[in-house]
């Protein structure tokens, strides 16, 4: 989730996306993961699961139900809000089902060990901003989901 947080345009490979609100809690006690804005200004909810097997149906549930009340809340056609399923891998067949339901889908690869070879060559973090590692690491390098 911090990764599409810190860099959604290349995170979710598509230009103009920027973060709107993480972790966005609506007054039914609902909660999105991540919630974008895209070129147009169009809200983008993002479900973030780690994968999404054959008997996937919550991530695609939780991606229609954002997408629905961020348009009831903010008064903006349906039409005018997106959603994306972001896991690291996504069943061909959840995949095509998101699409008839206009959910998008985006794989986002997991970490490879090069990437965490650069993190432990990487110079102590506190020295440079005063955050913990764990905190600076995943805004700055982008390695988590």
């Known amino acids: 989730m911090e990764r599409i ?6 995170v979710l490979g598509e230009a103009g996306l ?4 993480m972790e966005w809690e609506f007054e039914t006690g609902d909660r999105a993961d991540v919630v974008l804005k ?3 200004d169009r809200f983008v ?3 973030v ?3 999404c097997d054959a008997s996937e149906r919550i991530g695609p549930l939780q ?3 954002y997408r629905a009340m961020l348009s009831y809340y903010f008064d903006r056609p349906l039409e005018e809000v997106r959603c994306i399923l972001a896991a690291h891998s996504i069943h061909s067949g959840v995949a095509q089902r998101c699409a008839q339901h206009a959910i998008q889908t985006s794989a986002v690869p997991r970490v490879t060990s090069f990437m965490i070879g ?4 990487a110079p102590p973090f506190e ?3 005063g955050q913990t590692e764990a905190n600076h690491w995943h805004f700055r390098r982008g390695v988590r989901i």
């Open 18 to 21: 920027r973060l709107w609100h």
């Open 127 to 129: 020295m440079c901003c």
């Open 118 to 121: 650069i993190r432990n060559s």
């Open 38 to 40: 895209d070129r147009f």
């Open 63 to 65: 991606c229609m139900k």
């Open 49 to 51: 699961e780690v994968d």
């Open 5 to 10: 947080a810190a860099d959604p345009a290349t």
């Open 45 to 47: 909810a993002v479900e």
